[in-house]
């Protein structure tokens, strides 16, 4: 059905228009008793042999939603009710920004992709934190970036400020750096900038709660081979806890549609061999030591189980809920639940 009314409705219509639709939805399901909870129920991931115990937590399911869907908070709790074991916010700016200019959203229905230029607009730290006080059942990474106009030298007190903010709110911290819309961004990656902005982003963290609070890296697919080696290193010399790979890619090979040439971060089905190669770089390069979330390109439970075997912990998602609709997250689960099932019980002897 999903398939159907993307077809011949939702296709048609500007992609961030139906983005915001979608939000509306979600936040009215929210105010409707008991809503969330029968969704939980018919859609969430109950099934044992999904959970995972990593970063100190427990996720009901390796599948989480990568950031850039819900930017601002407003409704990881209903993202998790239909199947996400986990929802990464943001990313969020310590001063709200409006991004860049529309339209900066763009479908790619022949390849299986979208580009987006949104360029972090968002409504800031502070409005993001008052969204994650309170109980919840969702686990929720927060993502931060730098703000726009702060210039590249005096990102490492920006990212500061929405640490101080965020880190008691954040299950998990996620430094990311490798967005191709802010310009200078992805500078920061290189190690000689990157080393500073993480150790001090760990002092905020520190001092805004006693607890700990995990500290990832998301990373860019366009690295060379090189400079994923150099990440990997780092992170496993600051005592990282983890590292994302990857982030949208600006390569556009091979693409059929016709929004093919509009700029900003691809992802979707393209970005699948990269980032399959960069998990499988990162995790011979760091063994065992730290947990590795890959994401993107994944559309099938077969793809996260090749992640998983790879060597990631976890999985991120986000252009597969585009276009698989609402219930994209449960069929992930339940045929992946099977496939790690199926995978557990023992071998029949061979005659």
């Known amino acids: 059905m999903y398939r ?82 986990f929802v990464e916010i943001g990313t969020v700016t310590a001063r709200a920004q409006p991004g860049n200019p529309r339209p900066r959203l763009f479908r790619l229905p022949k390849d299986r992709a979208l580009i987006n230029r949104m360029g972090f607009n968002n409504d800031g730290a502070r409005a993001a934190a008052d969204r994650l006080k309170g109980r919840r059942r969702a686990v929720v990474g927060v993502n931060i970036g730098k703000t726009k106009v702060v210039p590249e030298a ?95 890619t600006i390569s556009r090979t091979d693409l059929t549609d016709a929004h093919a040439d ?14 399959l190669e960069v998990l499988r770089r990162l995790r011979e390069r760091t063994g065992d030591r730290m947990v590795l979330i890959s994401v993107g390109g994944i559309e099938t439970a077969d793809d996260a189980w090749e992640r998983l075997q790879a060597g990631a912990t976890l999985v991120q998602a986000y252009t597969g809920l585009i276009y698989g609709g609402p219930s994209w997250p449960r069929r992930i689960n339940r045929d992946l639940a099977a496939r790690l099932r199926a995978e557990a019980l023992p071998q029949s002897p061979r005659p």
């Open 154 to 248: 005096e990102a490492v007190a920006d990212y500061v400020e929405s640490t101080e903010r965020l880190a008691a709110l954040a299950d998990y911290l996620v430094v990311n750096v490798s967005s191709p819309n802010t310009p200078g961004l992805r500078n920061l990656q290189a190690v000689e900038h990157l080393r500073p902005l993480l150790e001090q982003v760990r002092q905020a963290a520190r001092r805004a709660t006693p607890r700990h609070v995990p500290l990832l890296v998301k990373i860019a697919p366009d690295l060379a081979d090189a400079d994923v080696d150099a990440v990997a290193d780092l992170a496993l010399d600051l005592g990282l806890d983890g590292i994302i790979a990857t982030n949208t």
């Open 262 to 275: 509009e700029t900003g971060g691809l992802s979707g089905a393209p970005l699948r061999a990269r980032s």
């Open 4 to 85: 159907l009314i993307f077809a011949l409705i939702l296709r048609r219509l500007p992609a961030e228009a139906v983005h915001r639709l979608s939000f509306r939805g979600l936040r009215l399901l929210a105010t409707v008793p008991f809503a969330l909870a029968l969704v939980r129920r018919r859609y969430g991931p109950r099934d044992p042999a999904l959970r995972v115990r990593a970063l100190g937590l427990d996720f009901p399911s390796p599948l989480g939603l990568a950031a850039g869907f819900d930017k601002d908070a407003e409704a990881y709790e209903a993202l998790g009710a239909f199947g996400f074991g």
